[in-house]
């Protein structure tokens, strides 16, 4: 009998020959893998990888069962191409997609044999390995046992490694069964003697192995299927546009090339000045040299928007690479890792199908395998936890890279302990890390280790901008700044920044009788990603650099903290709430943007306001914690953070002292340092959310973990990546009962999806029915038909959510009158 490595026909030689090719290619073409593998573990990672690669399917020809199931497939599909009147001998890929698709639309399975057989065959591999090669290195049988999802923890799947081999009655233990007993007792073991400086070492050992093998035998199964047409290259690092010994850089490019030697810089340079580029020319000092550090470039950014808005900079600055994909196609050399990534770049007209270039595309972005890679900082942070199979792959590509840190949230213990823990990762695996950041506090050196002395640079042009800072008081609703709404009125442009939706929606409500012909905007985080994108662009459009330098800019715009940094406006009037000096900072970096051009001076104004409720008390959301020392025994109360509160009381006392404080790039350094001058103290809860990240990186070095993530990569069931409420997705209008499969779902509710509080979600569906609520839940199917499972999903009732106000029910809006559409 024939021994098969698929059930198109195509032998098991064939198969690991072609797994074998695309692993030698892979590693011919990014050598410093290989290199960096011998400089940390002193071992050839091509040695073990090519014997990975050799007896991965061994398991195939080795168990009669899996081999006599895959025959019988084999002959079935032989008999369906008599039928049509091919011949047999020859292995075609066309013809057994045909087949495939043939038994699909008919509802039947394309391998039911192999399906029925009850034996995986990594598992076979194993036992072969076992008796003939009993001294194969540790990482080549994990490598082998993982290289299909199944090394993981977790009661299914430890179900399937005891039952596999038995004849399904549930009275024994397979012969594999044992295999995993060992991993598990491995990987308890070290997890229990190890240093934490050793388990990253030893994840890091294992994982190189583990992700190759399945990128390897992925791209040779999609040769075998496809052909070169559904081939997605893996592209080298090729450095941005644009530099060479002529080249006039500003001020941060430059100190981003003058220091990049350093393992970990911090780059403190105001918003506008150039940092993007900078990045870039400080990765290709690591990545295209002589002694490379690194062979990929991933930057990190504090939320999905931002995320969204640095990728596009980015492209500008590193187009794609012509030709790069077959049929004469650019291929994209920039990913975006996040949660909603594939619709962001793809919207409704991407292909999610199994096996799609875009599919694969994003998969390699996921990886980190792109040549340049904008994540959020929560997916960067996750991939530690291991607690998905992709977290082994974006682990090793991470080990490959240099890191940019693109802003942090500072004022977020949860976030820098985090990021904290991940240098030090990044430490161990020597990664080299560069942090720019706008106003990142001196005491910054200490939190992220770092020995030299922050690199300052200035932004040329800023002395001719006169930024001016006023303070109107506390303000509980829009009417309470009614007199610098006019100023903004009568100018036509203007930027609020509210610090909640509700005060957003305020504001909103208030100036849209007034406007008349200026282009009024509202941009929140309870809006569907494709009305985020339609409002970016509009912003673009009314308040962006082109329209400012063509003297079209019209506009006033109100955001929360999604406009701190993903959007590229700009306006010489500025309301805000209230908040920490950093985030303030952000926040101005958007106030008279394009103006450091300009020969003459120019005077642009921000006035501040202290939040407060209808019953006059401080309402510091989001910038608040939990008052420990108030009676909680009826109900939670919260109080300001430290952060925003200083810097409330520095306001104040810098407005009695001038009625208009000017603001400038050194100042707002100064008072950021003197926020943070005695550096980051942790609360308890901080601490332990820190200590279960350690554990998680520890216990999960070599299986899955079984505390799964949530959608957004941002908590596992110990674990969260930032201190934030619950969220939950809530689709804008009631969904097909049935979906085809879990990508399908997926992608409906990225396009007709609002995240949402929890808090929110339950307060709205307390509500009675004669005054809500507008949330309503159900339950869809979700796979296809014998096999699907349930899931609950809330939706939103028509006339809930609102194209420009986004999901405004929430908010005490009258839904049912949808009086604003």
Not at 160 to 182: A, I
Not at 200 to 212: D, H, I, N, P, T
Not at 587 to 592: N, P, S, V
Request: with cysteine.
């Amino acid at each position: 009998m024939p021994k098969y490595g698929k059930p198109s026909g195509l032998t098991l030689r064939q198969h690991t020959d072609n797994v074998k090719q695309q692993g030698a290619m892979l590693r011919k073409q990014f050598p410093f893998w290989t290199n960096k593998y011998k400089q940390l573990t002193g071992e050839d990672l091509d040695d073990f990888c090519t014997t990975a690669e050799e007896y991965h399917d061994y398991g195939k020809g080795f168990s009669d069962r899996w081999r006599e199931a895959c025959a019988k497939d084999v002959a079935l599909y032989h008999t369906w191409l008599r039928r049509h009147g091919f011949a047999t001998e020859q292995v075609d890929r066309e013809l057994h997609h045909r087949y495939e698709e043939e038994l699909r639309r008919a509802g039947k399975a394309t391998a039911p044999n192999l399906f029925c057989a009850g034996v995986r065959h990594e598992f076979s591999s194993l036992d072969f390995l076992a008796q003939h090669r009993p001294k194969t290195p540790g990482p080549v049988v994990a490598a082998i046992a993982a290289h299909h999802g199944k090394l993981a923890k977790g009661e299914y799947v430890e179900k399937r490694w005891r039952m596999d081999g038995t004849d399904g009655s549930g009275l024994e233990v397979g012969p594999y069964y044992k295999f995993y007993k060992q991993f598990r007792g491995s990987s308890n073991k070290a997890a229990e003697r190890e240093s934490f400086d050793k388990l990253v070492l030893r994840r890091y050992r294992y994982a190189a192995v583990r992700s190759l093998l399945q990128l390897a035998d992925t791209r040779a199964s999609r040769w075998e299927g496809m052909g070169d047409e559904g081939m997605v290259p893996l592209i080298p690092f090729t450095g941005p546009k644009g530099f060479g010994v002529d080249v006039n850089l500003r001020p941060v490019q430059d100190a981003a090339v003058k220091f990049a030697e350093a393992q970990r810089t911090i780059l403190r340079a105001p918003t506008g000045s150039g940092k993007t580029y900078a990045c870039l020319l400080w990765a290709e000092r690591q990545i295209l040299t002589q002694t490379p550090r690194a062979d990929r470039l991933v930057i990190a950014m504090p939320t999905r928007f931002t995320s969204n808005a640095l990728r596009e900079a980015v492209r500008e600055q590193i187009p794609d690479l012509i030709g790069g994909g077959t049929e004469g196609e650019d291929e994209p050399q920039v990913g975006l890792y996040h949660s909603s990534a594939f619709f962001n770049l793809y919207g409704d007209n991407g292909d999610d199908s199994w096996g799609s270039k875009e599919v694969e595309r994003q998969k390699l972005a996921r990886y980190l395998a792109t040549p340049v890679t904008v994540c959020t900082i929560d997916h960067l942070l996750a991939c530690l936890t291991g607690t998905r199979e992709q977290h082994f792959s974006t682990f090793f590509f991470l080990a490959n890279s240099c890191v940019v840190f693109d802003e942090t949230d500072f004022y977020d213990e949860f976030v820098q302990a985090n990021i904290q823990t991940l240098l030090d990762v990044l430490d161990i695996l020597k990664v080299p890390t560069l942090i720019m950041s706008a106003t990142v506090p001196n005491s910054a050196r200490s939190l992220y280790r770092v020995k030299d002395l922050i690199r300052e640079t200035a932004q040329p042009g800023s002395e001719n901008v006169r930024k001016k800072m006023r303070y109107l008081g506390t303000s509980a609703k829009p009417e309470d700044t009614a007199e610098f709404l006019k100023e903004m009125l009568t100018a036509g442009q203007g930027i609020i920044y509210a610090n909640t939706v509700a005060r957003a929606l305020s504001y909103y409500e208030f100036l849209e009788p007034l406007v008349g012909e200026t282009p009024l905007t509202i941009y929140h985080s309870r809006f569907t990603e494709p009305d985020k994108k339609r409002i970016e662009e509009e912003l673009e459009a009314n308040l962006g650099k082109k329209a400012h330098a063509d003297g079209r800019a019209s506009g006033i715009v109100i955001m929360t903290q999604i406009g701190e940094m993903s959007i590229n406006i700009s306006s010489k009037l500025m309301l805000t709430d209230c908040c920490p000096w950093d985030r303030l900072a952000q926040r101005i970096g958007r106030l008279a943007r394009f103006s450091v051009d300009n020969a003459s001076e120019v005077n642009a104004t921000v006035a501040v306001v202290e939040p407060i409720d209808d019953k006059g008390e401080a309402y510091a959301w989001p910038y608040v914690e939990v008052d420990t020392k108030s009676d909680t025994s009826k109900r939670t109360v919260y109080r300001p953070i430290a952060a925003y509160a200083k810097t409330l009381a520095e306001i104040k006392v810098l407005i009695e002292k001038a009625d208009d404080y000017r603001l400038t790039p050194e100042n707002l350094v100064e008072h950021t340092n003197r926020l943070y001058q005695n550096g980051m103290k942790f609360s308890e809860a901080t601490i332990e959310n820190q200590l279960y990240y350690r554990e998680l990186i520890k216990d999960n070095w070599l299986l899955v973990g079984a505390a799964g993530n949530n959608d957004e990569d941002t908590k596992t069931n110990t674990w969260q990546s930032r201190n934030i409420s619950d969220q939950l997705t809530v689709l804008i209008q009631a969904p097909e009962s049935r979906f085809t499969n879990y990508n399908e779902f997926q992608k409906y509710a990225l396009a007709h999806g609002v995240s949402c509080p929890v808090y929110k979600i339950r307060s709205e569906l307390r509500k009675k029915d004669g005054e809500g609520p507008s949330i309503k839940l159900t339950t869809v199917l979700v796979g296809a038909k014998g096999r699907e499972k349930s899931a609950e999903v809330y939706y939103a009732c028509e006339g809930a959510y609102d194209k420009k106000m986004g999901l405004l029910s929430l908010y005490g809006y009258d839904w049912k009158a949808n009086h604003l559409l």
